[in-house]
């Protein structure tokens, strides 16, 4: 049987991350689950996975829900948004978001059709690089410009990471299903 890409009968490397870097195959979510069993394969008496490891991966899982998520809301928000184009504009000038030029184009864009600038604004920030935060700092400027409700919607935790994981495996957790990121592995071993 195979889990993402990689058979049972597969030793556990010695250079783990390496290997799973080569390794795996499709989303996060699976990349994850790759990672929590090279951690238990490690576990005994080899190196294990690195904790700063695990947790840049709950940092990019939890990037691409946030992605995700304003995805979802970009026709809500620009309706909601749109009265308060201009001062979110300014506030995420401050953080070089979007390129001059964009920001220019899009207030230009918003005394005509504000709704429209809005939806080109959520595209620019989804097409942003996440090292930059754009959803970080479009939630601070919801807050500033006192939508907290809308930056509410747009947070998200840590919890939400384990609850999208826990999506993914079903009955007991084994070394062949995705688990939530620090739980304890079962109390056996993977097959070698």
Excluded: W
């Excluded at 195959?25 to 090279?38: E, P, Q, R, T, Y």
């Amino acid at each position: 049987m195979k889990m993402c890409g990689i058979s049972d009968e597969t030793p556990c490397p010695p250079d783990a991350v390496a290997s799973l870097l080569s390794q795996v195959k499709g989303s996060i979510a699976s990349f994850i689950s790759v990672l929590l069993k090279l951690k238990e394969c490690h576990r005994e008496g080899q190196q294990d996975i690195p904790q700063d490891l695990i947790d840049e991966v709950k940092k990019g899982l939890l990037s691409e829900m946030e992605y995700n998520r304003l995805r979802e809301k970009v026709v809500d928000f620009a309706e909601e948004l749109s009265i308060h184009i201009e001062r979110t504009l300014d506030y995420l000038y401050q953080f070089s978001l979007i390129p001059d030029e964009e920001t220019t184009k899009l207030k230009n864009e918003a005394k005509r059709n504000p709704q429209e600038a809005c939806r080109n604004l959520f595209k620019a920030l989804l097409a942003t690089s996440p090292k930059k935060e754009p959803i970080k700092h479009l939630k601070a400027a919801f807050r500033d410009s006192g939508l907290l409700y809308m930056a509410d919607e747009l947070e998200l935790s840590y919890q939400n990471i384990e609850d999208e994981l826990q999506k993914h495996g079903s009955g007991q957790p084994s070394c062949e299903e995705p688990m939530a990121i620090g739980m304890s592995a079962p109390p056996h071993t993977c097959n070698r």
